[in-house]
């Protein structure tokens, strides 16, 4: 069996991620990547059965129903509202972000990357518009990313963070600027109501059991798989 690093189980889902031993998982619409296949026959999925999205460092996200029109379209989050459905995204040192509502049973993960911080908040927003959903009932899942502790910024991007997320998101030491995915998203999601917040604090530029852009470089990078799918 590949090997794959388990997340954790929420409410009787499974949320995984792939490490560097399972191999690269990119582009995030190659679907029928050959170590994505292997990974997934691992875990009893078919890659077939298993929705991705062409992502793009946007905050678009479609349902699994707009997915069935238009497959493998351009957004970076998937939300569902069918509990078969297993929704994943790719990541290597952007943010993966899941949301459940447990009593509406309507799932999204999504990738965010500091172009794409904020759509955590935009697929809360659409969870509550078209499902009903309650800020009160979600729970939040923070994945493994690039911390502060690596990822250093220019002054126009430090500034953003902490002009939009507050002066937390953003570190300075040694006359630079290192912003926090983490601080961010967990700022703009206890803003929105949710208290019920899961962090896996791994940075993924840090362990060399997980791919990372900035770690292993542009042309040779490791793309990883998110993963969430019923037991």
Known sequence: ????????????????MTNLDAGPMGPSWDR????????????????????????????????????????????????????????AVTVADCMPVYLHDRKKDVRAILHSGWKGTGIAEKALERMVREYGCMAADVTAVLGPAIGACCYNVDNDRADFFRNTWGADSVEKRGGKNYISLRKANIAMLE???ISEIVSVDKCTACSSALGSF??????????MFCLSYRK
């Open 214 to 223: 900035r770690r292993e470089g542009a042309g040779t990078f490791t793309q």
């Open 191 to 193: 803003k929105a109501g």
């Open 1 to 16: 069996m590949v090997n794959i690093d388990e997340l954790l189980e929420i409410n009787g889902y499974r949320l995984v």
């Open 32 to 87: 029928f990547n050959p170590n994505r296949v292997n990974a997934l026959k691992g875990i009893g999925l078919e890659a077939s059965e298993v929705y991705f999205v062409r992502q793009q460092h946007t905050k678009e996200i479609v349902s699994t129903e707009e997915w069935l029109a238009h497959p493998l379209t351009e957004a970076d989050g998937l939300i569902s509202r069918r509990s078969p459905d297993s929704i």
